[in-house]
């Protein structure tokens, strides 16, 4: 097994190619070893010293380090060898149990909205992951488009230029209702579920 990395824009974040599937056609985001309770694959590279956060995609995986004083030709190998031997293992790369988050267009969804869900997942989603990162839709609300940023993207220095310029244009360009866009994050998920589960 060859496994290939790309650098990706976040300094802390490398993208590792192992030349096969991991999970087909979607994204998983673990930011943190609890979150990975579901993938076998991200519990194991939780386990390699210095690894902050893992992210999977349809063919890769990008790790997030810890910060810059941690040293990626000491971390690499690490990874090389857990990637290898898991993948010879037979483990599933996620479990039965495993969330499903996606941009698919749904029956509920407005014309406005099924728009904004076609762009990012035939425009937008296949540059970011091309990155090492996904862009997910959370909501439109008052002209404002919410969307949630994974893997490489998440901690990257240049995420909120990609998300103003890059997105956002393109996004106003085909779609004149959309007014801006707004990044969501794992605190402000956590917020909400909150106040939806008090009293």
């Known amino acids: 097994m060859f496994i290939q990395t790309q650098d990706t824009p976040n300094p802390n974040s ?36 210095g690894v902050k956060s893992v992210f999977l995609g349809p063919d890769f995986v990008t790790i997030t380090k810890g910060g810059e004083e941690l040293d990626w030709n000491l971390i690499k190998p690490d990874i090389y060898a857990t990637l290898m031997d898991f993948f010879s293992s037979g483990l599933p790369v996620v479990t039965e149990d495993a969330p499903r988050g996606d941009t698919a267009v749904s029956e509920e969804d407005d014309e406005v909205v099924a728009m904004i869900k076609e762009l990012l997942e035939t425009r937008i989603r296949p540059t970011v992951q091309e990155d090492g990162g996904d862009v997910l839709f959370r909501g439109f609300q008052d002209g404002i488009v919410q969307l ?52």
């Open 148 to 199: 949630k940023l994974q893997g490489s993207c998440t901690t990257c220095p240049s995420s909120i230029i990609t998300l103003k310029n890059g997105i956002q244009n393109m996004l106003q360009f085909y779609i004149p209702e959309v007014e801006g866009v707004e990044q969501v994050t794992d605190e402000d998920e956590e917020d909400v579920e909150k106040e939806s589960n008090s009293p």
């Open 14 to 49: 490398v993208k590792f190619i192992p030349g096969r599937s991991v999970l087909d056609a979607r994204t998983m985001d673990f930011p943190n070893p609890a979150s990975a309770f579901c993938s076998p694959l991200a519990r194991h590279l939780f386990r390699v010293e």
